[in-house]
């Protein structure tokens, strides 16, 4: 049989070239392919040697299954996450910047699976246990039975994960310290990173219990080289954050048993994260503050929001001031730019507005990564309001899509935002014109205003006579 090549995989994205070369072709990463001993041969068709497969054993979708019951960590805003507990048997990537707090997270959910009577292992590869041990006593839960341990080798773990009498919960501190010495290639290179996790995932699936698999992301947000994990596993977490904030996110990107865009929110204090149950309050806490010391501010909306289940209102702040040379500058915390870039062309063209001129800055308070459309008409409005110098009324919350042609379309989930929004003491809403649908107050005592086309939003935040034109930049 011939010598198997050499190749080269892109660290990055997974890409497979037979030469080196400085640059992936497939996803423009420089400096990424490292050499990886390719597996045994190439794969062989089946076609003419089809005998010998053993017959499947087909079932009904209906029928005695196992079932068991989801593990519930005791941390309300993980269970929720992962859709109301974690499912025996399944693999959960939990990713995040290096600091960002995944391990005490997770040494968190051991301790608590481990109070309440569970099994929890922790298998660390990274830090010592002293470090450990000294995190668990800041967090207060030094006395949970967890069982801890340091190890780097997949035999190693699977030998002590491979029992009759599996713990509930084994998380792996992380996947890119794990080698498999059945692999040539050094760890946390694309082929260690998925041979590890393989036999770990194939191990949790066949022992029933829940694997978390720890991973470090890059500066482009994906989980480091093995862009390959987020298709093993059942649910992909992230664990979002400002550095300066101390508000943390663990959104599920990706999950088997539950809604994805779940967010749970955590605030992290001397003692660990602690939960918030309530996160639009939170994100609202600044805006509060600030309304006491100033009347109105201008080039601020709040949005009422969806994040996967659970409504949730957040401020976004824009603005807007002239373009002192060269082309305009865009820097967008929070949002999408290519979005905003889109709803500066829509007030530009639709509603002769000049906003795109000048340089503009998006932010969405509170450190929350916002990916809904719904927010198109808040962004808006904060635009707007910078831009003409009109606050929008501090009662106010705002949402809905915008379209090309400036025409605001309706958005899901309305009633929901509407509640969350009157329980916070809001009492009025910009949002989507519905046919036939006038001015109503909802039942939760919200005045709705439908807003049909961006202009009309333009109209009432700063009627024709008052939009300062000094603000806008001179038309060529
Ligand atoms: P860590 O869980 O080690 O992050 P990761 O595993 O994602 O790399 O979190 C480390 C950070 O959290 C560090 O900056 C200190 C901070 N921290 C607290 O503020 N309070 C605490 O109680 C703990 C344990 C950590
Ligand atoms: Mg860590």
């Known amino acids: 049989m011939a010598k198997s090549a050499p190749r080269y995989a892109c660290q990055e994205c997974g890409a497979v070239y037979p030469k080196w070369a400085g640059r992936c072709e497939a996803c423009?990463?420089?400096?990424?392919?490292?050499?990886?001993?390719?597996?045994?041969?190439?794969?062989?068709?089946?076609?003419?040697?089809?005998?010998?497969?053993?017959?499947?054993?087909?079932?009904?979708?209906?029928?005695?299954?196992?079932?068991?019951?989801?593990?519930?960590?005791?941390?309300?805003?993980?269970?929720?996450?992962?859709?109301?507990?974690l499912v025996p048997g399944s693999a959960i990537l939990v990713g995040g910047d290096p600091g960002i707090g995944k391990s005490t997270l997770l040494l968190q959910a051991a301790a608590a699976v481990a109070a309440s009577g569970g099994k929890a292992t922790y298998i660390t590869g990274e830090e010592a246990i002293d470090q450990i041990r000294l995190r668990a006593r800041r967090l207060g839960v030094a006395d949970a039975p967890v069982r801890l341990a340091v190890a780097t080798s997949v035999r190693d773990i699977a030998a002590a994960l491979d029992t009759a009498n599996p713990p509930q919960l084994a998380i792996i501190d992380s996947i890119q310290t794990m080698y498999l010495d059945t692999l040539d290639s050094a760890p946390g290179t694309v082929s260690q990173v998925r041979g590890a996790a393989q036999e770990?995932?194939?191990?949790?699936?066949?022992?029933?219990?829940?694997?978390?698999?720890?991973?470090?992301?890059?500066?482009?947000?994906?989980?480091?080289?093995?862009?390959?994990?987020?298709?093993?596993?059942?649910?992909?977490?992230?664990?979002?954050?400002?550095?300066?904030?101390?508000?943390?996110?663990?959104?599920?990107?990706?999950?088997?048993?539950?809604?994805?865009?779940?967010?749970?929110?955590?605030?992290?204090?001397?003692?660990?994260?602690?939960?918030?149950?309530?996160?639009?309050?939170?994100?609202?806490?600044?805006?509060?503050?600030?309304?006491?010391?100033?009347?109105?501010?201008?080039?601020?909306?709040?949005?009422?929001?969806?994040?996967?289940?659970?409504?949730?209102?957040?401020?976004?702040?824009?603005?807007?001031?002239?373009?002192?040379?060269?082309?305009?500058?865009?820097?967008?915390?929070?949002?999408?730019?290519?979005?905003?870039?889109?709803?500066?062309?829509?007030?530009?063209?639709?509603?002769?507005?000049?906003?795109?001129?000048?340089?503009?800055?998006?932010?969405?308070?509170?450190?929350?990564?916002?990916?809904?459309?719904?927010?198109?008409?808040?962004?808006?409005?904060?635009?707007?309001?910078?831009?003409?110098?009109?606050?929008?009324?501090a009662d106010t919350v705002v949402f809905g899509e915008i379209g090309l042609s400036g025409r605001v379309r309706p958005v899901s989930h309305s009633d929901a935002r509407l509640k969350e929004a009157a329980k916070l003491g809001f009492t009025e809403a910009w949002l989507p014109a519905r046919p036939g649908a006038r001015s109503r107050r909802s039942a939760d005592g919200i005045a709705a205003a439908p807003i049909g086309h961006l202009s009309e939003l333009v109209d009432r935040l700063a009627p024709a006579e008052r939009r300062r034109p000094r603000r806008i930049a001179a038309a060529p």
């Open 28 to 85: 423009g990463a420089w400096n990424s392919l490292v050499e990886e001993l390719p597996r045994a041969g190439p794969p062989k068709s089946l076609a003419g040697s089809r005998q010998g497969g053993q017959a499947l054993d087909f079932v009904a979708l209906t029928g005695d299954s196992r079932g068991a019951p989801r593990h519930l960590t005791g941390i309300a805003e993980l269970d929720r996450v992962c859709g109301g507990g």
């Open 200 to 393: 770990l995932i194939g191990l949790a699936k066949r022992r029933g219990f829940v694997l978390v698999l720890v991973g470090h992301v890059t500066k482009e947000g994906m989980i480091a080289g093995p862009r390959v994990l987020e298709h093993m596993v059942d649910t992909v977490l992230y664990f979002e954050g400002e550095r300066g904030h101390q508000f943390r996110i663990l959104r599920a990107v990706k999950n088997r048993f539950g809604a994805t865009d779940e967010i749970g929110v955590f605030e992290m204090s001397d003692q660990g994260l602690v939960e918030v149950p309530n996160p639009s309050a939170m994100f609202l806490a600044e805006r509060a503050e600030a309304e006491h010391e100033a009347g109105g501010v201008t080039g601020a909306a709040v949005f009422a929001g969806i994040e996967g289940t659970r409504p949730v209102l957040v401020e976004i702040q824009a603005l807007v001031a002239p373009s002192l040379l060269g082309t305009p500058r865009r820097a967008v915390v929070g949002w999408d730019a290519t979005r905003l870039a889109m709803i500066i062309a829509v007030l530009d063209a639709r509603c002769g507005l000049s906003v795109g001129a000048n340089d503009i800055y998006l932010n969405v308070a509170g450190g929350l990564r916002i990916g809904e459309p719904a927010a198109d008409l808040a962004v808006a409005a904060a635009l707007i309001s910078a831009l003409t110098e009109s606050p929008v009324p």
